[in-house]
């Protein structure tokens, strides 16, 4: 059974950072594609950043940003966030899956940003 556990989340005011950090426990890791969701109150589960093998790809929103960051062996990704702006406000939530097809979920942690 593979877990997913988020921390690294928040309060912190405009213009700020966070590191939000994600790792992963079970029987083997050999993820194929990590990454990172947000979903906002009232809106849709949006993809914000991922590495799947060597190619890392950002929504518009946080590029230039964030960064992604990986470490297969491990089984962690992280999300270092900058320039926090009050629309970045929102559950950040882990993902990981296989090349099967399985897929997994970390249970969220908040980012809430102030003006």
């Known amino acids: 059974q593979v877990q997913l556990v988020e921390s690294g989340g928040g309060l912190v005011q405009a213009g700020g950072s966070l590191r939000l950090s994600c790792a992963a426990s079970?029987?083997?890791?050999?993820?194929?594609?990590m990454a990172w969701y947000r979903q906002a109150p009232g809106k849709q589960r949006e993809l914000v950043a991922q590495?799947?093998?060597?190619?890392?790809t950002y929504s518009e929103d946080v590029k230039g940003r964030f960064i992604i960051s990986r470490d297969s062996a491990k089984g962690t990704v992280n999300l270092q966030m900058n320039s926090l702006a009050p629309e970045d406000t929102a559950v950040y939530y882990c993902?990981?899956?296989?090349?099967?097809?399985?897929?997994?979920w970390g249970q969220g942690t908040q980012v809430t940003v102030s003006s």
């Open positions: 993902y990981a899956d296989r090349r099967t097809g399985r897929r997994y």
């Open positions: 079970g029987i083997m890791f050999n993820f194929n594609t």
């Open positions: 590495i799947s093998g060597s190619t890392i």
